[in-house]
């Protein structure tokens, strides 16, 4: 029972080369930026001269730093990626 439990909780932070709490960390910080994304997408369908390009900018960025942590390998943070806090 608890090898399945760790199974289930490891499985996809493993398969991205990070540790269960680099993946949490990281899963919070996108969390994090994705409702900052929302809050400047929200604001901007009221007031369009405001966060014109804030979240797409944005999630651009957040693309990248994916892209790159999934081709560093485990321990490392590739350059221009940021790290786990």
Do not use: W
Request: hydrophobic residues 55%.
């Amino acid at each position: 029972m608890i090898q399945r439990i760790k199974t289930a909780f490891l499985a996809h932070p493993e398969a991205v080369n990070e540790s269960y709490f680099e993946h949490m960390g990281a899963a919070l910080r996108y969390a994090g930026t994705f409702a900052f994304c929302a809050f400047c997408a929200l604001v901007h369908a009221f007031l369009p001269f405001l966060f014109e390009k804030t979240a797409s900018t944005i999630v651009k960025k957040m693309v990248a730093d994916m892209n790159a942590r999934m081709a560093a390998p485990q321990g490392q943070v590739a350059p221009g990626a940021q790290a786990a806090e």
